[in-house]
């Protein structure tokens, strides 16, 4: 598509929104350090950006430590109950298409409770926008494993190490037909921020798997990706139609070979540029972007950004068009439909 | 109410009788439903008060000639008001061995007894666990036994027609309607209306359903199987124009009726379960009325898309049985927390578990008020009869959007696939609800209180200037911030069992049937109307100080119900389960009823309740 679809509830004259009128009258209250701050001051920093009136956004979420989030937002906000936030959510957007509708949820809300809804609001292509802070670890009942914890991980209910493999999201998103799934870090701020904007912009589901630090219970869990003098080795930062090139010399790169992707050199054993993997986040086959999913430190770098972004036609659309084709031919009648099928008069 | 005169022997060709009631049995693949359907249709549209009682398997199709998979369609049609399907068939078909062994037992001494010979064949009556054939052995000489041989002079019908012979033998459960049709006099017209609209695309298949059906009228006509032909006159129902419903049906356009009074769009969210599922495929079709449904991934997705659509303001609507409330039980404390107008409606089925989910119970209504963590309090309605269930799917809208709350709608299997014939209202006899979302930004607070009703505002997302956050954490009484000082949490939880107490001064008193004070009241609630006030009409008849008493309103009761029950020496409660309303009522009035229960996956018979009631008198 070549025209930006207009977003949902944006106004067409412009607002001249600043960050701090989505700033709301409650104090925030997460642990000093932790990475749900920088979430929430970039999602209030891109705002203003998409010209949405206050009043027409949305913000819902479950129940954990970033299910806060809608408190601090001076929007409409709705705090829901553990892992059903998706499920609030659909019911707003249903009902109003026409409003800016954001769910804010975490690692155990989105995917160990509410797994189930995840799956269904993604699949049905809803056009939300749908944040999951990813901290590897259950914060707000203080420190149990995660279904995203890694194997092996010690908490205070597996002292011995956890006897469960990780989900991986992103890998989830795909599968469940999302059409828009990018993965972002907190303590990259650019990144986040456009990395929202894009999410915000996008018709249809979008969905971001966003790193965060939780640094009472799980501190430094992306430290060997995002630390400032491994970042450019470790991470892999996704471009569309670019190839896939990263190291702090900028000189690796992802290739194919045969269906699985390897790490090479430029300039060694002849690995020129053009043999690398060019990003297609377009692409109508999900294949490449669930590839980019199974990329993971230590053996590649971690993608960060967009891995997939299509087109379909979103649920409260077709909702919508199919009540208007049944009321083509007008509004039905309470009176005759009460008087619908057989009917008979006693006198 | 059976009438004896179809039992006795008489002379004359044709017979009035006031009421008959009819029993269809056979396969669950024999078309049992339909057949009892069409006849129903033709005593509705003769005139005749109707009740029916469908009873089949869970089970799709269990294993054929089996007895689990017997499939029942009992109705009862008069020329007098009636409440209830019948107690017992006075005439029965029963289409194969099995349907026979299930249903014989409830068949009148002496009552009509029409079996297809052709299925008792030794493999089937293996099935059924006869030993001998009943049809030979002389077991059935208390019956007035008619037995035809169904199958072949179905086939012998359609030798013209170019079918498989298994299509044909599809056909043969209207040669069985055929039969009753000529036993009752009746016109074969509406049904072959029918068969004309539903096979219009077929008419090889509709020309042979009407072959058939004229087949077994003709058959019955000529061959002079029935000595005596009966015929039920008009009922005196109230003028109006009427229609047949049932309770599902009832609730879907009591819902749509009720969103329209309010002037908000209704949103449906459901998962498919037994018995409540025909609510969304009715809402469903209904999208030229602006009706929003959706089919949820489960039971908390339907429940917490209705309180999503209620927050942007739509009538949230949510609809299930037993088992889904279980799963919305935490969804429905948030929409409490919140405050949000929805419905919830269950279709009562028998528990616990999966139970028995075709079969219906009142074992929900303590869950209903109680089954929730906290102190948790929502409305409680229950309709009493198929066509009530209009009626009060637009009191628990009403009692929803005007009170800001959840309301529990507690219909149950018996009325929900039962049918009744409906006086169709005036839409000017509707009551005037109104809702009107708030719009005024000044002095706005998301959890200020109406004086009267103690509602909140109802302030819906893309409102400028009424921007606020609600959610499940305690609220600060007016502000709606998030409060956790003890003194707020006591008064807030006073504050919302307040709110459904008021709800009181806004419902109709209970009214008494019979004397307003005797030797015996008869309590009951929802879908056991019909048999109770039979029985109590038929015990003062005999001279018996009985009244009974309806509750249709749960959750708070009706302000008179402890004066009314002050009047009576003694105080029955009668319900499908083990005392769920005696518990309330005995803690809530002091008062020494006593239980009257069934729990047995049928409805209460008249005769059963005229027998407990006389050994308490």
């Known amino acids: 598509m070549t025209e930006p679809l207009k977003i949902a509830g944006a106004s067409e004259t412009p607002l001249n929104l600043q960050r701090t009128d989505f700033i709301s009258d409650q104090e925030v209250r997460w642990c000093p350090g932790c990475g749900d701050y920088s979430i929430l001051f970039q999602v209030q920093s891109v705002l203003p950006k998409l010209n949405i009136p206050r009043e027409n956004l949305v913000f819902v979420s479950g129940i954990g430590c970033s299910s806060r989030f809608p408190y601090y937002m001076n929007t409409y906000g709705f705090h829901t109950i553990h892992g059903r936030a998706p499920t609030i959510a659909t019911g707003i957007k249903v009902a109003n298409p026409d409003l800016s509708v954001w769910i804010i949820t975490g690692d155990g809300d989105g995917l160990s409770i509410g797994g189930n809804h995840f799956i269904h609001v993604l699949r049905r292509n809803l056009d939300v926008n749908v944040l999951l802070f990813n901290n590897r670890i259950y914060g707000l009942t203080k420190g149990q494993y995660s279904p995203t914890s890694e194997f092996g991980k010690k908490t205070k209910s597996s002292p011995m190490g956890s006897i469960e493999r990780p989900i991986n999201p992103l890998c989830l998103a795909i599968a469940s037909e999302a059409t828009f799934v990018a993965r972002s870090i907190d303590v990259d701020t650019k990144h986040l921020a456009a990395t929202i904007e894009r999410a915000a912009r996008h018709k249809g589901v979008s969905f971001i798997e966003i790193y965060q630090n939780c640094n009472i219970f799980n501190d430094g869990a992306y430290k060997p990706i995002s630390d400032k003098e491994v970042r450019a080795e470790n991470m892999l930062y996704l471009e569309h139609g670019k190839p896939m090139i990263f190291g702090k010399d900028r000189n690796k790169g992802i290739r194919l070979n045969g269906i699985k992707p390897e790490v090479v050199t430029i300039g060694e054993n002849g690995v020129t540029e053009g043999d690398l993997l060019v990003h297609d986040e377009s692409a109508a086959d999900p294949t490449l972007a669930y590839l980019l999913t199974q990329m993971d430190f230590p053996n590649f770098p971690v993608p960060m950004g967009v891995f997939r972004n299509v087109f379909k036609p979103t649920f409260e659309e077709l909702t919508a068009q199919q009540i208007e084709a049944a009321m083509a031919h007008g509004k039905g009648s309470l009176e005759k439909l009460l008087n619908s099928g057989d009917t008979w008069v006693v006198e | 109410m059976s009438s004896t005169a179809i039992l006795g022997n008489t002379e004359e060709k044709i017979q009035e009788v006031t009421s008959v009631t009819v029993r269809f049995a056979g396969d669950s693949g024999d078309g049992m439903q339909l057949t009892g359907t069409q006849f129903t249709n033709t005593a509705a549209l003769l005139g005749n008060d109707i009740s029916t009682l469908p009873d089949f398997p869970a089970e799709i199709r269990a294993p054929q000639g089996s007895l689990p998979g017997v499939s029942g369609f009992q109705v009862n049609f008069s020329s007098m008001d009636i409440r209830t399907p019948g107690d017992e068939p006075d005439v029965l078909v029963a289409m194969n061995p099995a349907a026979l062994k299930v249903n014989l037992p409830d068949l009148h001494e002496g009552g009509i007894l029409i079996v297809n010979e052709n299925e008792f064949i030794k493999s089937n009556l293996d099935k059924a666990g006869y030993a001998s054939n009943p049809l030979t052995d002389g077991s059935l000489k208390g019956y007035r036994l008619i037995s035809i041989p169904i199958t072949d002079l179905t086939y012998n019908a359609l030798t013209e027609i170019e079918m498989t012979k298994r299509n044909k033998e599809r056909c043969k459960n209207f040669f069985a309607l055929g039969i009753v049709f000529a036993l009752f006099d009746r016109p074969l017209e509406p049904t072959y209306q029918w068969i004309d609209q539903k096979f219009g695309a077929k008419p090889e298949v509709a020309e042979a359903n009407r072959r058939t059906l004229k087949a077994g009228f003709d058959y019955a006509d000529t061959t002079e199987i029935f000595t005596t032909h009966y015929r039920v006159r008009k009922a005196s129902l109230p003028p109006g124009k009427y229609r047949k419903i049932t309770g599902n049906e009832a609730t879907a356009l009591g819902f749509v009726a009720a969103a329209e009074l309010t002037g908000r769009p209704l949103f449906y969210g459901s998962y498919p379960i037994t018995p409540a599922s025909d609510i969304l495929h009715e809402l469903s079709r209904l999208k030229n009325f602006g009706i929003k449904s959706f089919q949820a991934e489960d039971e908390i997705a339907a429940m917490g898309a209705a309180i999503g659509a209620a927050f942007a303001g739509h009538i949230g609507l949510t609809g299930t049985s037993g088992p889904g ?127 009267q009703t103690l509602s909140r505002p109802w302030a819906v997302p893309g409102t400028p200037g009424l921007e606020h956050r609600i959610g499940g954490l305690e609220k600060q009484h007016r502000a709606g911030n998030v409060s956790y000082d003890p003194a707020n949490h006591d008064f807030m939880v006073r504050l919302r069992a307040e709110k459904i107490a008021r709800i009181a001064n806004y419902i ?51 302000r008179n119900l402890g004066d009314v029950l002050k009047r009576f020496k003694r105080v029955a409660v009668a319900e499908l389960n083990l005392g769920q309303l005696n518990l309330l009522i005995r803690s809530a009035f002091l008062v020494d009823t006593v239980s009257i229960n069934k729990v047995a996956g049928k409805p209460f018979k008249i005769s059963e309740l005229i027998a407990r009631c006389k050994a308490l008198l």
């Not at chain 2, 009692?399 to 709350?405: G, S």
């Not at chain 2, 809702?435 to 706005?444: E, I, Y």
């Not at chain 2, 005999?542 to 009974?548: M, T």
């Open chain 2, 508 to 558: 109709p008193d209970l009214s008494v049937e019979g004397d307003p004070e005797g030797d015996l009241l008869l309590l009951g609630w929802g879908g056991t109307y019909g048999a109770i006030a039979t029985a109590t009409e038929e015990l003062r008849r005999q001279g018996y100080r009985v009244s009974n008493a309806h509750l249709r309103y749960l959750n708070p009761f009706p």
């Open chain 2, 325 to 451: 409330v279980c799963l919305k039980s935490e969804a429905i404390g948030l929409a409490v927390m919140t405050e949000l107008p929805v419905v919830i409606i269950n279709v009562q089925r028998g528990g616990p578990s999966t139970g028995l989910p075709t079969k219906t119970e009142q074992a929900d209504l303590l869950q209903a008020l109680y089954g929730r963590n906290g102190e948790c309090p929502v409305a409680v309605v229950a309709p009493s009869s198929p066509s009530d269930c209009f009626n009060m799917a637009v009191e628990a809208v009403r009692l929803a959007a005007t009170f800001m709350t959840p309301v529990f709608y507690l219909s149950d299997g018996y009325i929900a696939n039962g049918a009744e014939p409906w006086k169709i209202p005036q839409l000017s006899e509707l009551p005037a609800m109104k809702q009107v979302l708030r719009q005024d930004p000044t002095g706005f607070l998301p959890y200020e209180r109406d004086e």
